[in-house]
């Protein structure tokens, strides 16, 4: 596997995928410029969400927001990208940079984007001096050191690449120190405590962050909401896409503490699509869906996030509530079959889970499959052996209509 290649393709993806899992709305449900934005951000990069990012520059108007227009313009751009639509998305980008030449964050994200756009397309110089663009337009700037510095990987020039590294590092990227061991084999660790103990805005976020921790832990969840925007806009200043998807994961698990179950999505989906997925932010993205749009959204979610999290603890306890849930529904409405396909896989995730499998037991039973019941039922008392009274008579039964 070319590693410099690999670390080149993480550098773009983590700034261009948002992808979500939403409700079916079409575009013309969305009622203002901003609600129409978050929804198409709810889409992913599809044309579904590029007809939002219309509907939502159409409805500007002169006392909107002027950073909305922004990221309209960087969320079409990224869909357009994603559906690998190159000439529309430089289109958006560059009228992102031509709209706004005295806004240093909005003509840094144009000449990022422009910059991933050329790497896709090849042209690494290109992308190179792109890159170095943003740089210099708004330093410090981890998000485009990391990207230049993956190009550079890929063009063999390691010298350019481990400067660009280590000053990622000295800026707080926690990747940086995994490629500069992995790439060069060196442990800069020291060097980066060193560097964030200078650093007096690191300081300042890091207090922030410790603040916003102690609201989560007090209950006091629109306080460290607030907080925790406001840090991540700090990281977003650095450039930090790395630290900022990290901190919108703690504003989606606040939001959905505040039953604010759509802001958690939309915080939940960012960081999926931004390249930072785990199995603790698919289990909020699945349970604001849950609440947000029924079983069968929190379900999915969860499916999806077990594919790649397999292990998740988290997302495991979710999915399989979710799946006890949805069995008990099924089992009081006399829908054994569906009964039972829940209680059994909520059992298949956790095999000393005597409860699921019991029920999935009874569910086969009520159903008339009683070959598959004993099977359940086997499996229930060797779970829990003080089940074996209880379950007695069932099996017994089972067994003299299997023979």
């Known amino acids: 596997m070319n590693t410099?290649?690999?670390?080149?393709?993480?550098?773009?993806?983590?700034?261009?995928?948002?992808?979500?899992?939403?409700?079916?709305?079409?575009?013309?449900?969305?009622?203002?410029?901003?609600?129409?934005?978050?929804?198409?951000?709810?889409?992913?990069?599809?044309?579904e969400?590029?007809?939002?990012?219309?509907?939502?520059?159409a409805l500007m108007t002169s006392d909107s927001n002027k950073k909305l227009l922004y990221d309209i313009l960087s969320g079409r751009g990224n869909a357009y990208y994603t559906l690998k639509d190159y000439t529309k998305a430089l289109q958006n980008y560059n009228k992102l940079i031509q709209l706004r030449p005295d806004d240093k964050q909005a003509l840094s994200v144009g000449y990022s984007n422009r910059g991933n756009v050329m790497?896709?397309?090849?042209?690494?110089?290109?992308?190179?001096?792109?890159?170095?663009?943003?740089?210099?337009?708004?330093?410090?700037?981890?998000?485009?050191?990391?990207?230049?510095?993956?190009?550079?990987?890929?063009?063999?020039?390691?010298?350019?690449?481990?400067?660009?590294?280590?000053?990622?590092?000295?800026?707080?990227?926690?990747?940086?120190?995994?490629?500069?061991q992995k790439e060069f084999n060196i442990d800069y660790r020291e060097e980066q405590k060193a560097a964030l103990a200078k650093d007096t805005q690191w300081q300042e976020i890091q207090a922030k962050k410790a603040q916003a921790e102690k609201y989560i832990t007090d209950e006091k969840y629109q306080e460290a909401n607030d907080l925790l925007i406001v840090v991540g806009d700090m990281f977003r200043a650095r450039n930090d896409n790395e630290n900022k998807l990290a901190i919108w994961a703690d504003v989606a698990h606040v939001k959905n503490r505040k039953k604010d179950y759509r802001g958690a999505m939309t915080f939940a989906s960012m960081v999926i699509g931004g390249g930072a997925p785990s199995g603790a932010v698919y289990t909020e993205l699945a349970l604001a869906n849950y609440y947000e749009n029924g079983m069968s959204a929190g379900l999915n979610v969860c499916e999806q996030g077990l594919e790649k999290f397999p292990k998740s603890s988290t997302l495991?306890?979710?999915?399989?509530?979710?799946?006890?849930?949805?069995?008990?529904?099924?089992?009081?409405?006399?829908?054994?079959?569906?009964?039972?396909?829940?209680?059994?896989?909520?059992?298949?995730?956790?095999?000393?889970?005597?409860?699921?499998?019991?029920?999935?037991?009874?569910?086969?039973?009520?159903?008339?499959?009683?070959?598959?019941?004993?099977?359940?039922?086997?499996?229930?008392?060797?779970?829990d052996a003080s089940l074996n009274g209880e379950l007695k008579p069932f099996i017994d039964y089972c067994k003299s209509k299997v023979n």
Request: aromatic share 14%.
């Open 49 to 57: 969400a590029i007809a939002f990012f219309d509907k939502a520059e």
């Open 119 to 180: 790497s896709s397309s090849g042209n690494l110089e290109g992308a190179i001096a792109s890159y170095t663009k943003a740089i210099e337009v708004l330093p410090p700037n981890v998000s485009n050191l990391s990207r230049r510095a993956g190009a550079y990987l890929e063009l063999g020039k390691r010298d350019e690449a481990l400067a660009d590294l280590k000053l990622m590092a000295e800026l707080g990227a926690e990747s940086a120190l995994y490629h500069l």
């Open 316 to 383: 495991i306890d979710f999915y399989t509530y979710l799946c006890r849930t949805a069995a008990g529904n099924a089992y009081r409405e006399k829908n054994y079959q569906d009964a039972f396909s829940f209680y059994y896989t909520a059992y298949e995730y956790n095999n000393k889970d005597a409860v699921s499998i019991k029920y999935a037991a009874h569910s086969a039973y009520n159903a008339g499959y009683f070959g598959k019941a004993l099977e359940c039922y086997n499996k229930a008392v060797a779970a």
């Open 4 to 47: 410099s290649k690999s670390l080149l393709q993480q550098f773009i993806l983590s700034s261009f995928f948002l992808v979500s899992i939403c409700s079916s709305a079409l575009a013309q449900d969305c009622f203002d410029a901003n609600d129409c934005y978050l929804q198409g951000v709810n889409k992913g990069n599809t044309l």
